[in-house]
């Protein structure tokens, strides 16, 4: 099931309009739109949703936020890879890298590690993130 046809089939299962559905999600302190779920339902879709309009949708539409994953990666025309995980971010990660070439994951890493790297710059010695090395592996202590 594609994106546009979950809001639709909850929509309907719910017996809500789409002015309701936002209602849900702004009740529990999340954004989202009348308009931005019609739009959702109506137009195909162009690029995954932000993290916080996965969120707001999976309140509205009383779902998990891994349904929505699931549903835009149909609307995408990407291979989901399922995992064990309650982490929405894993999830995304997973979503987003799934069909990329071993080349281009290791380019995102690349871009990963220079983050952590000014995070770690940017921290006092007690606090700094411990990472991966350029290599992948943990150049934690043990």
């Given amino acids: 099931m594609n994106l546009s046809e979950l ?3 909850r929509k309907d ?3 809500l309009s789409y002015q309701r ?37 999976a309140v509205a539409l ?4 891994g349904r929505i994953l699931a549903a ?7 291979r989901r890879v399922d995992v064990e ?4 971010d ?8 799934g069909d990329r070439s071993p080349e281009q994951i290791d380019a995102l890493m690349d871009v990963v590690r220079a983050h952590l790297r000014a995070i770690d710059a ?9 990472g991966l090395d350029d290599d992948g592996e943990n150049d934690a202590p043990q």
């Fill in 21 to 57: 559905l936002a209602d849900r999600a702004r009740k529990q302190g999340l954004e989202l739109t009348a308009s931005a779920i019609n739009q959702m339902a109506r137009r195909p879709l162009a690029e995954y949703p932000k993290p916080e309009t996965i969120r707001a949708l």
């Fill in 85 to 88: 995980t309650h982490r929405p």
């Fill in 90 to 97: 894993v999830e995304t990660w997973l979503a987003l890298t």
């Fill in 7 to 9: 809001i639709t089939a």
């Fill in 13 to 15: 299962e719910l017996e």
């Fill in 122 to 130: 940017a921290q006092t010695p007690k606090a700094r993130v411990t």
């Fill in 62 to 65: 009383g779902v998990p936020e």
């Fill in 72 to 78: 835009a990666d149909v609307s995408l025309g990407f």
